[in-house]
DNA sequence: CCGAATCCCACAGGATACTG
DNA sequence: CAGTATCCTGTGGGATTCGG
């Protein structure tokens, strides 16, 4: 019964090694992909407003997650031709969709991050 | 519920730099903690069956992540003094709770892995 | 202002083998 | 069965500098 690169038959199986949904929880399971997402939820934004947002986060690898999440549809990228220039961002349909589970995961971590931390303290005793 | 890194009157902003929800993203954003806790819903796994459920995961990164897991607090581990040895991993209320957002993150990535893929292949070109 | 280009490295995590 | 114990590699991502 196991499926085998989701052949249409078949739901697909993040659980299955070979299923291409895992390609998908690779990309959010990186540091920033949750925050720059969860950042242009309320509208386009430049790069420069994107990294006063996400605090931390370097010019490369705001570029790096950018382009990752341009060539996965998730978001599109617009270039101005001004002086200065001018690049903004914004969510697709996929991405607003995306939105929905991404905002999820950060209320929660915002919610219960200090219980656990709370837990890591009695951990580590 | 208040948060420990800002003072009380600020809610928790995981765009914030220090702010304690920023290392609960971290945990989120590793390869393999949305599959184990996803593979826990049904109640509780030993080691083997887990391993068995989430295809390509080795017995060193299982035991990694289930530490950190058992850590933050999100899945008990309770050993059975048995021969052959037996271990059975649970999750607690906040990994039940927890339990929400991964799978709409996991099925968020199985609904639409088909078409990131293709866009993907657009945009490599 | 918006990145591209380099350099660099800690470390997550894979492969393999062994043990109480 | 349920893990350790080693060894090793890829790469995410940081710091810094440069360019259109």
Known sequence: METIASSSAFPPDAFAKDCASRVVLDRIGDRWTVLVVGALADGRLRFSELRTRIEGITPKVMTQTLR??????????????????????????????????????????????????????????
Do not use: C, F, K, M
């Open 68 to 125: 990752a999440l341009e060539r996965d549809g998730v978001l599109t990228r617009t270039v101005y031709a001004e002086v200065p220039p001018r690049v903004e961002y914004e969510l697709t349909d996929l991405g607003r969709d995306l939105l929905v589970p991404i905002d999820a995961i950060r209320h929660w971590a915002e919610q219960h991050a200090s219980r656990i931390v709370a837990n890591r303290e009695v951990y580590d005793r």
